[in-house]
T-cell receptor
Framework: NAGVTQTPKFQVLKTGQSMTLQCAQD?????MSWYRQDPGMGLRLIHY???????DQGEVPNGYNVSRSTTEDFPLRLLSAAPSQTSVYFC??????????????????FGPGTRLLVL | QKEVEQDPGPLSVPEGAIVSLNCTYS??????FMWYRQYSRKGPELLMY????GNKEDGRFTAQVDKSSKYISLFIRDSQPSDSATYLC?????????????FGTGTQLKVEL
């Protein structure tokens, strides 16, 4: 298993450009999500999905779109990049068996991250 | 005020020391508490998990939760240079919360030879 993969690893954009950050997992996980990580801010949830065709907003959704047409893929789209979107983006996935009263049966997996610089 | 507060460090300790990492939180609904370890330029990995109050031990790592004080801790015994990383606390109120976690900002730890 490759786990959670993200592409690209690094990207430079100009203000106003659009792009898609790719995320894929081969573990048949129902849950997938996108976080951004900024110095002094920790990881903040952008969007998440509980299954194919179902997405919802997290803490900081503005400026980002997502869709989940398959279980494996969860792309994050930046519609019109702004310098404030300079960050490291992490995709994560987990099985819905993670959250039981007895504790997580499986760990939550994070991808290696995409470093985005918006000029 | 952030829901989860964590001292960013950096924290530097000699090899073999006992390390104490802490988070405080304000949302009394949080019931599930996790510690993640993140090496430089890598994604976080789940290290420890605790439900409600109490202690949990796994090898050199011990996680403690005190819900009455809204305070969680991670202790690392016999620290090693390989423990040098950023440690993130995370928490959730829901059993079925999936990936909806609230993270602390992370504490950077360096274990020196």
């Amino acid at each position: 298993n490759a786990g959670v993969t993200q592409t690209p690893k690094f990207q430079v954009l100009k203000t106003g450009q659009s792009m898609t950050l790719q995320c894929a997992q081969d573990m048949n996980h129902e849950y997938m999500s996108w976080y951004r990580q900024d110095p002094g801010m920790g990881l903040r949830l952008i969007h998440y999905s509980v299954g194919a065709g179902i997405t919802d907003q997290g803490e900081v959704p503005n400026g980002y779109n997502v869709s989940r047409s398959t279980t494996e893929d969860f792309p994050l789209r930046l519609l019109s990049a702004a310098p404030s979107q300079t960050s490291v983006y992490f995709c994560a996935s987990s099985s819905n068996s993670l959250w039981t009263s007895g504790g997580p049966q499986e760990t939550q997996y994070f991808g290696p991250g995409t470093r985005l610089l918006v000029l | 005020q952030k829901e989860v507060e964590q001292d960013p460090g950096p924290l530097s300790v000699p090899e073999g020391a006992i390390v104490s990492l802490n988070c405080t939180y304000s949302n009394s609904a949080f019931q599930y508490f996790m510690w993640y370890r993140q090496y430089s330029r890598k994604g976080p990995e789940l290290l420890m998990y605790t439900y409600s109050s109490g202690n949990k031990e796994d090898g050199r790592f011990t996680a403690q939760v005190d819900k009455s004080s809204k305070y969680i801790s991670l202790f690392i015994r016999d620290s090693q240079p390989s423990d040098s990383a950023t440690y993130l606390c995370a928490m959730s109120p829901f059993a079925g919360g999936g990936n909806k976690l609230t993270f602390g900002t992370g504490t950077q730890l360096k274990v020196e030879l």
